[in-house]
């Protein structure tokens, strides 16, 4: 079993930056892709961004590239999304997610393990 405990997040201006971390406990002995989702009020859960086990491919959802950075250091067990020149858009519950396979994935079913989320709001 993984545990994901996330941290970061709060409030900050249009514009500003933010850095989530995500750190996975347990059974870790495997290195798998990791990924961020968010799901903003009224909408479903949709993927931001998602990195390998290597961290040498990333993908990003056209809302946030060039905005958002994903990033891993896997002897620490966590994976990081800093998030620049955020817009009020930009605001929703983030969640971390550990899926099943080493390679960037964009399917949801591929992610196995979950963070317990974390609020990002952004004041215009």
């Known amino acids: 079993q993984v545990q994901l405990v996330q941290s970061g997040g709060g409030l900050v201006q249009s514009g500003g930056s933010l850095r989530l971390s995500c750190t996975a406990s347990?059974?870790?002995?495997?290195?798998?892709?990791m990924a961020w989702y968010r799901q903003r009020p009224g909408k479903q859960r949709e993927l931001v961004a998602a990195?390998?086990?290597?961290?040498?491919?990333?993908y990003y959802a056209d809302s946030v590239k060039g905005r958002f950075t994903v990033s891993r250091d896997n002897a620490k067990n966590t994976v990081y999304l800093l998030m620049n020149s955020l817009k009020p858009e930009d605001t929703a519950v983030y969640y971390c997610?550990?899926?099943?396979?080493?390679?960037?994935?964009?399917?949801?079913?591929?992610?196995?393990?979950w963070g317990q989320g974390t609020q990002v709001t952004v004041s215009s």
């Open positions: 347990g059974s870790v002995s495997t290195i798998y892709a």
């Open positions: 997610a550990q899926g099943r396979y080493t390679g960037v994935v964009v399917t949801t079913s591929a992610y196995d393990y």
């Open positions: 990195i390998s086990r290597s961290g040498g491919s990333t």
